[in-house]
Nanobody, 124 residues
Framework: QVQLVESGGGLVQAGGSLRLSCAASGRTFSSYAMGWFRQAPGKEREFVAAIRWSGPGTYYADSVKGRFTISRDNAKNTVYLQMNSLKPEDTAVYFC?????????????????WGQGTQVTVSS
């Protein structure tokens, strides 16, 4: 398993941008699929984006497609979530997740390693 630490959350106005980072420990980071999920108050944790350990495979929730971009730097053991054109409904705690044997499913139970989360608040 890997240890994950998110950073980069904060308060931003609608239409603004933020970049989240997730630093992972462990020598086998490059073998893990990485994902971002979010959870708003009173709601279930939901999938945002994921990226395979190598190759061009990226996946997005329909609600963020075209606005968010997930990327990874295996040399730095870090995955990023660039969030543009933010909306108030993007307000949530954002979690980084990792899974070595990812089956391309996008529910929380399909990722076994989690960070502690970082708060993103978008004001209108």
């Amino acid at each position: 398993q890997v240890q994950l630490v998110e950073s980069g959350g904060g308060l931003v106005q609608a239409g603004g941008s933020l970049r989240l980072s997730c630093a992972a420990s462990g020598r086998t980071f490059s073998s893990y699929a990485m994902g971002w999920f979010r959870q708003a108050p009173g709601k279930e944790r939901e999938f945002v984006a994921a990226i395979r350990w190598s190759g061009p495979g990226t996946y997005y929730a329909d609600s963020v497609k075209g606005r968010f971009t997930i990327s990874r730097d295996n040399a730095k053991n870090t995955v990023y979530l660039q969030m543009n054109s933010l909306k108030p409904e993007d307000t949530a705690v954002y979690f980084c997740a990792a899974e070595r044997f990812w089956n391309s499913a996008t529910t929380p139970k399909d990722f076994r390693s989690w960070g502690q989360g970082t708060q993103v608040t978008v004001s209108s």
